[in-house]
């Protein structure tokens, strides 16, 4: 039974001039949400002093489309695990697994899984879905 549907990445390009746009390299398939309009480009930037929230509920980085709407926060719940996170795509029952690089992000998702965010991102710290991500990476033409 496969726990995750679509993988994406996006790489911080070398010509790019943005500090927090990266640009669509490889993908599974197409998901709405991440890729509006055929525009194929995020940015993770640190979630803006005026996004009101639980603070105990609020993360420190957000995802948002090339429209600068957001798409899902991006919480690091592990101080020894900095490189992933989870969150859920807003508008959607979709879960989200992100795998954060110091120029790229990893989007794993998990359709229809929001309410079990948490318990994937602890499947992925655990190393338990390593063999469905390497699975997603062949499938988009990546070598995880």
Not at 10 to 20: V, Y
Not at 104 to 117: D, M, P, Q, R, Y
Not at 128 to 139: A, M, T
């Amino acid at each position: 039974m496969n726990l995750l549907d679509t993988y994406y990445r996006f790489e911080r390009l070398s010509n790019s001039r943005s500090k927090s746009r990266l640009d669509l390299v490889t993908c599974t398939q197409t998901y709405e949400p991440l890729q509006k309009q055929s525009k194929a480009w995020v940015y993770l930037i640190k979630v803006p002093e005026h996004i009101r929230g639980n603070q105990a509920r609020k993360s420190e980085l957000c995802l948002t489309g090339s429209d600068g709407k957001y798409i899902s926060g991006v919480f690091i719940p592990e101080i020894t695990k900095p490189e992933i996170g989870y969150g859920d795509i807003k508008g959607t029952t979709d879960a989200a697994l992100f795998l954060l690089g110091e120029r790229s992000i990893e989007v794993l998702i998990a359709k229809g899984k929001k309410n079990t965010a948490f318990a994937l991102y602890q499947l992925l710290a655990d190393g338990e879905l390593d063999n469905e991500i390497e699975v997603l990476g062949k499938q988009s033409g990546v070598s995880l």
